[in-house]
């Protein structure tokens, strides 16, 4: 009776297919807590960066999905409302400075005047062929800028037709402008003006993807071909709405918005209004924009800006025909895919979506945990409640949908692998079914396991997914494997065979591969909680895995990752099955708001990415461009990274590195760098999504940090040639300081060698005195007057000269040669001729301009004439030779006296001792202390070998010994 009512239902439900047009509408916003100015907000675009440009009530907003620089009136903006904004190419946007002001910022922030002034109000900018066209709606004016010259039209003057107001202008294909007027479509070419829907109030007109003209006419779209041939087509929107705004999104879908409140949506024929579903019902949206990557921008009065992702799924829920919303499984028969639901079945074929009766063993018991794929063509389907706890599981076979199923009861999976023995698991159990009451129970808490997931039959041996890990048996006996690599393995839900020799397992934690009898973990790398908790997979026709995670989709090739979610249009983070196609190159993902569907092409799309722009400030303030010199001594280095890339803002994050530092990751796209040294350094970036790069090659900046002029060569030089000044300066000082001081010792020991030199001059008086009074003596014992009084008379002058000699420690040559000469007088008188003097001078040696110690040399004299002279039986002679060569007198003194050997041994037993030359070696030695060239004196026999040798006396007196005295 059942299987008949089910039968019936099925034939109802089929009967009334539902049409799965609708999608779900998912959307951010972004408002003054994200950084917008304010949050009325009248225009957008984008330029070519990819980077949004917005115009608020209070000045510009760039945005790159993270970040909003604004600008504002201090920035050059000369009205703080910008109504409408346009990029025009290049590196500048333009924008409508309300109301009368066409500015342009440029990408630099730098903001110039276009048009300083325009006659008329402008709402309106329009870019066609080269050229900027200017209107206001209901306006009769339109102004022209060309090459930075305006010029006004006048809108009756050029259509000729009185009363014509303007109500919007559009670019058309083949230089073609349209202009919308009160009195219909004016298409303009050159001169030729071609005049289309006469009469009618056309609002405004839009191209759609095969550049065919919609417009909206007296309240109806129209569409026109190539020859601008208009069809009305069966959608009329309400009264008393007026179009302000058109634009086709990247789904082809047509929105429209109303002058005060309302905005609609054509998708497939069907007109939707859509402010309930964009919580605008008491918003006006001022304009919407539709972006290079197919996202639609809403810009709101109050609300900020609506952000609605180009969806790559389409989504279905139990309104479109699914029995539940959330999906478990998936399973292609045919050309049907049939749906797995935690109540009941669904099936799509085509474009219809169906819910299928299924047998239930228990009253409200339709949760699918499984669809089997054909065996013996006779797919399985396991129904269980979630938390029954019951060892018994069996099987019926039902027809559904005109195909025989094999319904395993009270089973979260089956397996059949021979005609008549079956396996089914169930919480705590696993089954061993052989007919529908027959069955073996196998306790599975022997192996700590709960609950036991899928099983399959795959390199000749039965295996089970289980909450504890695996389960697989191997000659008639189940082998308990619950950790791989040293990780808990946990869940297993799904198999997958990949070549002949190594199975895929879907689990908590990842993908978790066997081969070569080896369980080995494949890293995820999920960053975010659920990411690596992987409930089904499947394989594309490139050989991508594809996975169904509780924080989205990945696709992996077994190096990077991709992560998809909320962001690429799946209603909600936790999917639980996922299924790809090949026939139609479609994804399916079962979630726990619906089912989704994609093509599988167009998800990867939205993750391409092509560039990471980076701007760099030093301390702050001072922007930097790539490959620019930095000041040393700047502070800090700050790099902002961006990526406009917004269907995936909030997921993106970065990795940098300087020069070959290793690589670091930031949470913010801000880094700032301190401490950098002088010299070329490059920063590489590469952006992540939940840990792998969308960007395969880093983004290198580089920057250049002057070096320190402490460091600079010059400096260096200068501070070495400095340092080396100082350093013979200070050695100087020391030197100075050294010589200062043995100057003044030397002061001093002249001082008192002069003073000992005075002291020896006084004791040679006293002797000479005495020598000199016994000749005088002898010349009075004589009666010989006259020689006495002359000798009297020459000893005075001599003792005169001797006293005066005293008194001061040099004198000069030829006053000693007068004092020698004298002496030598007074000895010969004395001794009555017994001897001859010879004293030679050569012409280098001026007796006024050399110095000698005074009375030196007369010790010598005297020596020669007592002590060689004197003995001697014959006749003396005295040789005196003074010559000067190299700053130096030498002086020589001979005679041929007896010799220095007789003249001690006459000597010897006298009672007297001449110290005459021992005084005179004194005085020498005092005098040559402390100099670099002292006095010599050298004596030795003047003829050695002869009767009488004589003497020979050679005294050297440099002139140093007295010029620094």
């Given amino acids: 009776m059942w299987f008949k009512k089910s039968i019936a239902l099925y034939c109802l439900l089929w009967l009334l297919p539902v049409c799965i047009s609708a999608q779900s509408f998912l959307y951010t916003q972004y408002t003054t807590r994200n950084g917008l100015p304010i949050d009325n ?23 790159d999905g993270y970040r909003f620089v604004n600008y504002y009136k201090q920035h050059g903006i000369l009205n703080k409302a910008v109504i409408n904004i346009l990029y025009a190419g290049g590196d500048s946007c333009l924008f409508v400075s309300y109301p009368r002001t066409i500015q342009a910022v440029h990408k630099n922030g730098i903001i110039k005047t276009v048009i300083p002034d325009v006659t008329f109000t402008v709402q309106e900018i329009v870019m066609h062929d080269d050229a900027f066209y200017l209107y206001a709606r209901g306006s009769i004016k339109l102004a022209r800028v060309k090459n930075g010259q305006l ?4 809108a009756d003057s050029l259509f000729n037709n009185k009363g014509v107001a303007i109500n919007g202008v559009i670019s058309l294909p083949n230089k073609n402008l349209g202009i919308c007027t009160n009195k219909g479509l004016y298409i303009i070419n050159g001169n030729s003006i071609k005049h289309c829907l006469q009469n009618e109030d056309v609002r405004f007109a839009v191209l759609n993807k095969n550049n065919e003209i919609t417009a909206v006419s007296n309240n109806r779209i129209v569409t026109g071909n190539a020859d601008f041939a208009f069809a009305t087509t069966a959608i009329t929107l309400p009264p008393p709405t007026v179009v302000y705004k058109m634009m086709y999104d990247a789904e082809g879908a047509l929105w429209l918005r109303g002058m005060e409140k309302g905005i609609w949506r054509v998708y497939n024929g069907q007109l939707q209004e859509m402010s309930e579903a964009l919580h605008t019902q008491n918003l006006a949206v001022h304009n919407f924009f539709s972006d290079k990557d197919g996202n639609t921008w809403f810009c709101t009065d109050g609300a900020g800006i609506l952000f609605r992702s180009k969806n790559a799924f389409n989504n279905y829920t139990v309104k479109h025909g699914l029995a ?27 474009k219809q979506l169906h819910t299928l009766p299924l047998p239930a063993y228990r009253p409200g018991v339709k949760y699918v945990h499984q669809l089997l794929p054909l065996y013996n063509n006779v797919p399985g389907i396991c129904i269980a409640n979630t938390f029954s706890y019951n060892s018994k599981s069996f099987l019926q076979t039902v027809e559904i949908n005109g195909q025989k199923f094999t319904v395993y009861n009270n089973a979260f999976s089956a397996v059949q692998y021979n005609n008549k023995q079956h396996w089914a698991s169930s919480t705590g159990f ?32 039965l295996w089970m997914g289980t909450d504890n890990g695996v389960l697989w048996l191997h000659n008639n006996k189940w082998i308990h494997t619950d950790s791989a690599q040293g990780i808990k393995i946990g869940e297993v839900f799904q198999f997958l065979q990949r070549g002949a020799d ?9 993908l978790l591969y066997y081969a070569n009898n080896t369980f080995t973990y494949a890293a995820l790398k999920g960053e975010t909680y659920g990411s690596n908790y992987c409930r089904s997979i499947c394989v ?32 909600s983070r936790t999917c639980n099955a996922i299924f790809y196609d090949s026939t139609s190159n479609q994804l399916y993902v079962g979630t726990d708001y619906g089912l989704s569907i994609a093509d599988k092409d167009s998800i990867q799309q939205l993750l391409t990415v092509n560039k990471i722009f980076i701007e760099a400030t030093a301390s702050d303030t001072i922007s930097i461009t790539n490959g620019q010199e930095v000041e040393a001594g700047y502070g800090k280095l700050r790099f902002y990274f961006s990526i406009p890339s917004y269907a995936n803002a909030g997921n993106v994050h970065y990795v940098y590195r300087v020069d070959d530092s290793a690589w670091i990751k930031t949470s913010t796209p801000i880094v700032n760098l301190t401490g950098v040294g002088a010299g070329k350094h490059v920063l590489f970036v590469k952006a992540l999504v939940n840990g792998t790069a969308i960007i395969n090659e880093a983004t290198a900046f580089t920057f250049f940090i002057k070096t320190p002029f402490y460091k600079s060569w010059w400096f260096i030089l200068t501070m070495a040639a400095l340092c080396q000044l100082l350093i ?11 010589r200062e001081k043995k100057l003044a010792s030397q002061r001093t020991d002249n001082e008192m060698a002069s003073l000992k030199q005075q002291a020896f001059t006084s004791l040679m008086n006293p002797h000479f005195i005495f020598n000199a009074l016994n000749s005088i003596q002898y010349y009075i014992n004589k009666q010989d007057r006259q020689t006495a009084n002359k000798y009297l008379s020459d000893f005075a002058t001599l003792v005169r000269r001797s006293f005066d000699a005293a008194q001061k420690p040099y004198v000069t040559l030829e006053e000693e040669l007068e004092t020698l000469r004298l002496y030598l007088q007074l000895e010969k008188m004395r001794f009555t001729d017994k001897f001859d003097y010879n004293i030679t001078l050569n012409e280098a040696a001026e007796a006024a301009e050399w110095l000698l110690p005074g009375m030196v040399l007369q010790p010598f004299l005297e020596n020669a004439v007592l002590h060689g002279l004197a003995p001697l039986s014959s006749h003396g002679q005295i040789n005196v030779t003074i010559a000067a060569a190299n700053n130096t007198l030498y002086i020589t003194i ?12 006459l000597r010897t037993g006298k009672k007297h001792n001449s110290r005459g030359m021992q005084l005179i070696k004194e005085r020498l030695d005092i005098l040559s202390t402390n100099k670099l060239n002292p006095i010599t004196l050298t004596i030795t026999e003047n003829s050695p070998g002869a009767e009488n040798p004589g003497t020979k006396i050679a005294l050297v007196v440099p002139q140093a010994v007295y010029e620094n005295d």
């Fill in 894 to 905: 001979t005679d041929n006296g007896i010799g220095m050997q007789k003249s001690k041994q």
């Fill in 151 to 154: 010029k006004v039209l006048l």
């Fill in 540 to 571: 594309d026709n490139t050989g991508k895995i594809w996975g169904a995670t509780w924080d989205g989709i990945f696709v992996t090739d077994g190096n990077t990752r991709y992560n998809y979610s909320t962001n690429a249009g799946l209603p």
């Fill in 430 to 461: 696993l089954n061993n079914v052989y007919a529908d009451t027959q069955y073996k129970a196998h306790n599975l808490m022997q192996f700590g396991i709960q609950k036991g997931y899928e099983i399959m039959y795959l390199q000749n041996r």
């Fill in 41 to 63: 907000v009248y225009a957008a675009t984008q330029d070519e960066d990819g980077f949004m440009w917005v115009g608020t009530d209070f000045g510009i907003a760039k945005f």
């Fill in 728 to 738: 013979i300066w200070l050695v100087y000082k020391y030197n100075k300081n050294i």
């Fill in 324 to 350: 539940n919303n959330k999906i478990t499984r998936f399973l292609k028969l045919n050309n049907d895919l049939y749906i797995g639901t935690a109540n009941g079945l669904s099936v799509m074929r085509g």
């Fill in 502 to 510: 190594t199975i895929l397992m879907a689990t908590e934690k990842g």
